[in-house]
């Protein structure tokens, strides 16, 4: 990013009482998995980004579990580590099934295969659906963006 930023991009004064535009080519709003994987991949294409993210603190409860193939394509084309993001996933050997319980701790009712996770699903694609929680594929990408200049994020902001 420019040094040339506004006073309240870097939290000395709310941007309403600034009185300075921002000078970034794109504006990112919310931190989630999405965002946080589309200013990776701008930064690596060049382009500077700023992402404002409402909460403070990233929610550890998941709204998904899995990657698709083509996710963790688009991941390894960008050049983050999918071996790495797969290790913080669910070994290949635990997800293969589908459980069906009547509770978290309970009895085992049912069982089916997981979506294609076989090695034959690699004659398709690079990359094969993995388990991972969403909050630790948040922080891995975020991870990768903590030195990256062309990336700022703000957590706390939101637009209004």
């Known amino acids: 990013m420019h040094s040339s930023r506004p006073d309240w991009v870097n939290g000395s004064e709310s941007a309403a009482e600034s009185k300075t535009a921002l000078d970034v080519p794109v504006l990112i ?5 999405t965002r946080l994987l589309l200013a990776y991949c701008l930064s690596k294409l060049g382009v500077r980004s700023f992402l404002i993210e409402k909460y403070s603190q990233r929610l550890g409860v998941p709204k998904a579990h899995a990657l698709s193939p083509r ?4 991941c390894r084309q960008f050049g983050l580590n999918t071996k790495a993001l797969r290790n913080i996933g669910t070994k290949r ?13 309970g009895e085992r009712i049912g069982v089916l295969p997981y979506e294609r996770i076989d090695p034959k699903v690699l004659d398709s694609t690079p990359e094969i659906i993995h388990n991972i929680p969403q909050p630790a594929f948040e922080e891995f990408v975020a991870d990768a963006l903590r030195k990256d200049l062309n990336v700022e994020i703000r ?3 939101a637009l209004q």
């Open 93 to 105: 050997s635990d997800a293969y099934w589908v459980n069906f319980v009547t509770n978290l701790s």
């Open 29 to 33: 709003v919310g931190g989630g998995p």
């Open 71 to 74: 996710s963790l394509e688009i």
């Open 155 to 157: 957590k706390g902001l």
